[in-house]
């Protein structure tokens, strides 16, 4: 699997999805292919898509360093750190100065499967920033 079949797949299903979500995929080529997949009516929130050979992994980045009440970071952090098991399919880490939320699924996931990962990350995403409003400028 790639992420070119992964975008065809996204792209074609229009309101065909089991998610109820209209998704637009933009492959994007570098070093490592990324897809960048955003969801209808939550543009900006994307989904980077990437295919290692273990894993394809989902991050959607959530708010910068920057963006964090200096004075509430700690609670913040013990918050995220408390959320993590509960909320499904999804965990929190930090690239740089960007925290994120992400899934992972094997390499041998359905078509199906990633379709689901990228609803609940997506649905996560808005949960959390919904959450963490008050530890945020």
């Known amino acids: 699997m790639n992420i070119h079949y992964i975008a065809n797949h996204l792209n074609e299903l229009a309101d065909s999805s089991d998610t109820g979500l209209r998704f637009d995929s933009l492959p994007i080529t570098g070093e490592v292919d990324v897809l960048q997949v955003t969801i209808q009516t939550r543009e900006e929130l994307p989904i980077f898509v990437s295919i290692t050979d273990d894993q394809i992994l989902c991050i959607a980045y959530l708010w910068g360093e920057e963006e964090v009440r200096a004075d509430t970071r700690s ?15 999804s965990s929190f ?41 008050d530890y945020l400028i």
Not at 78 to 88: H, Y
Not at 100 to 117: P, Q, R
Request: hydrophobic share 45%; charged share 25%; proline share 4%.
């Open 75 to 89: 609670e913040m952090l013990e918050a995220m750190v408390e959320m993590n098991i509960p909320m499904p399919l």
């Open 93 to 133: 880490s930090k690239i740089d100065d960007k925290y994120v939320i992400f899934g992972a699924l094997s390499v041998n996931s359905s078509l199906h499967d990633i379709e689901h990962e990228l609803s609940v990350l997506s649905d996560n995403s808005l949960e959390v920033i919904n959450e963490m409003a």
